[in-house]
Each structure stands twice: as structure tokens, then as C-alpha cells.
């Protein structure tokens, strides 16, 4: 038996990557530190401020874009994010 005109949530996704900026004037950058068991942390990686970032999220939110999750790699972040399909229907 159909159910007629139930609605079935699908989602589009999107991944972009943005390069961290680098500040003027400090030398050596970011610093990555493992442990002996392989837990790394990373040390000054926005050591030039969150603003480029805040930018990114609210251009990707006013496209209707949210966030689903973020990952460092060397001096770049990528991003995965996804938004509702429009109109999207299982008879």
C-alpha cells in the first residue's frame, strides 16, 4: 500500500576546503604534538583570529548550508556540510 503525499527528508552535502591564513611576523607557524600512544594536538593553528572562519560559516549558512562536520589537515580545514533537498517526495 502507497502513502500518498509523504514527505521523506533528504539532504544534498557539500565538502569544501579553506586554507588557514598565515600571520605576518610569526615565525614557525603551527606545531603539532603526538604522545607516545598517538593522541596529536595542534598548537596555534588561528593563532590570526576566527574572522576568515566566521565568514566562511555565515556565507554557507545564508546559502542554507549547515555545518555537519569540520577536520584539520596540515594548514587547511575541510568541511562537510548539508541542507535540506527542496520538494523532495516518496509517493
Do not use: A, T
Given at each position: 500500500m502507497k502513502s500518498k503525499g509523504k514527505m521523506?527528508?533528504?539532504w544534498e552535502y557539500l565538502i569544501t576546503i579553506h586554507e588557514i591564513?598565515?600571520?605576518e611576523g610569526k615565525p614557525g607557524?603551527?606545531?603539532?604534538?603526538?604522545?607516545?600512544?598517538?593522541?596529536?594536538?595542534?598548537?596555534d593553528a588561528f593563532q590570526g583570529g576566527?574572522?576568515?572562519?566566521?565568514?566562511v560559516f555565515h556565507e554557507k549558512g545564508e546559502e542554507g548550508w549547515?555545518?555537519?562536520?569540520?577536520?584539520h589537515h596540515h594548514q587547511e580545514l575541510i568541511c562537510i556540510w548539508k541542507r535540506r533537498k527542496e520538494d523532495a517526495r516518496k509517493d
Open positions: 521523506m527528508i533528504q591564513p598565515e600571520v607557524g603551527m606545531r603539532i604534538e603526538c604522545d607516545q600512544v598517538g593522541r596529536c594536538l595542534v598548537h576566527v574572522e576568515w572562519l566566521e565568514k549547515e555545518l555537519v562536520q569540520l577536520g
